[in-house]
């Protein structure tokens, strides 16, 4: 037998790439909107592991899933189809402007996808001239060397070496400058439509609509990574059902799986049919067990009790943030749709948002940051409206706390 590992945090600084630099508890255990670390201490979570866990920790749709799933069949490779597939991509098609899906495992994965498939089409459609990618300042994307560049902070893709080319950014929610740079050489315009990780920042409903013209006016596809935004967050499946621009592509991540992982890309045949066989695959992509998860998830998640119930506790949410601001004054306001929320801090402090963020797990509460100056809320789609009102009063003494040390 081999001996025990004594699993503490200081040990992960021992065997880890320093990539990351975790909170100081390690978590055991969730159930529902609740987490408790090696200690027994139990937190809140608004965190949802990144708007990720749509329904929350250990919900039994998806622990049926998976174990069922799981004693069937795990893996075949895509030499194979399997059931799971297909039924996960027929629901995705039906529910969505989408008629072909390529499945992956994560957010970063599937926008690779979305901008092969764009240089693919445009080159066998349009030739080699049509090249240009359109992305926005502080947009995200995911991590691999394709991804990050396109993605908008230099922070993130530089320090590499030489970047894919042909990559180029403008200010979001202005149209103008987005205009002044397209023309008939733009290939695709990747975006949030919502920015998530740049700090909650809705695209205005008059520029995403001129987007999507002038995607139409050069012949260039526009693509949404709705990674963050999408599987009911805003309150519908996907944010682009919400603002009347469909996109030619979309990526979803993240909630997709609510825990387990998987990413797909939608698209319409005529644009698919440019991913021939051999041009592109993944060999965990359309995996069984991811699958079964991910459709357990949608057949919850895609009702109007959980949509219509992401709406209702946006505004618990905004409500409460705001009590708390009447008293401490720390926030300008509330941004974001559904359970997608940014409180953005004032001038006195900005910068600080991973003081709160520690803070409230002091108090035994998660929430999230998005860059230094915001702090995020994506907790499950389903959270109890009463751990809605523990974690707020939790908050609540966070945000005291930081007060007063600011004095
Ligand atoms: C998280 C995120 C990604 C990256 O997803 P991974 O699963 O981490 O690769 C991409 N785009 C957006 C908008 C995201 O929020």
């Not at 495992?105 to 089409?121: C, F, I, P």
């Not at 523990?390 to 908050?395: A, I, L, N, T």
Request: net charge negative; aromatic share 8%; proline share 4%.
């Amino acid at each position: 037998m081999s001996e025990a590992i004594s699993v503490t945090r200081a040990l992960f600084d021992d065997v880890m790439v320093p990539n990351y630099n975790p909170a100081n508890f390690i978590p055991v255990k969730g159930e529902g909107s609740r987490v408790w670390d090696q200690e027994g201490r139990e937190y809140v979570d608004f965190a949802g592991g990144i708007a990720v866990n749509c329904l929350g920790h250990c919900h039994p749709a998806m622990v049926n899933a998976l174990t069922e799933q799981g004693q069937k069949l795990w893996h075949l490779s895509n030499v194979l189809t399997n059931e799971p597939a297909i039924r996960l991509a027929k629901k995705l098609t039906d529910a969505t402007f989408a008629e072909r899906v390529y499945f992956a495992n994560s957010g970063a994965e599937a926008n690779e996808a979305a901008l092969k498939l764009a240089r693919r089409w445009a080159l066998e459609v349009h030739g080699e001239e049509k090249q240009q990618i359109i992305a926005f300042q502080k947009g995200f994307h995911g991590r691999t060397f394709f991804t990050v560049t396109v993605g908008g902070q230099a922070a993130y893709s530089d320090g590499f070496g030489p970047k894919p080319g042909a990559v180029e950014h403008v200010e979001y929610n202005d149209l103008a400058s987005l205009e002044a740079i397209m023309s008939d050489k733009t290939c695709a315009v990747m975006m949030e439509p919502m920015q998530g990780e740049g700090g909650v920042i809705p695209g205005d409903e008059s520029f995403l609509k001129g987007v999507r013209e002038l995607c139409n006016k050069h012949n260039a596809l526009l693509i949404f990574d709705e990674v963050q935004t999408g599987f009911g967050r805003t309150g519908s499946l996907y944010a682009y059902q919400q603002c009347g621009v469909t996109p030619d592509i979309l990526t979803s991540a993240k909630a997709l799986g609510g825990g387990f992982p998987i990413g797909a890309m939608l698209t319409t045949a005529e644009i698919a049919a440019h991913l021939k066989p051999g041009t592109h695959g993944s060999t965990y992509g359309g995996n069984p067990l991811a699958c079964a998860v991910s459709e357990a998830v949608m057949d919850v998640v895609n009702t109007p009790e959980v949509l219509d119930g992401v709406k209702r506790r946006e505004q618990m949410f905004r409500d409460a943030v705001q009590a708390i601001n009447e008293k401490y004054d720390v926030f300008t306001e509330v941004r974001g749709q559904g359970l997608l929320l940014g409180a953005a801090l004032n001038d006195k402090f900005k910068g600080k948002a991973r003081e709160f963020l520690l803070a409230a797990a002091e108090h035994g509460l998660m929430v999230l940051i998005a860059g230094a100056d915001v702090v995020r809320f994506t907790p499950s789609l389903v959270i109890p409206e009463t751990d809605i009102a523990e974690g707020m009063q939790r908050f609540e003494k966070a945000v005291a706390q930081v007060v007063s040390s600011h004095g």
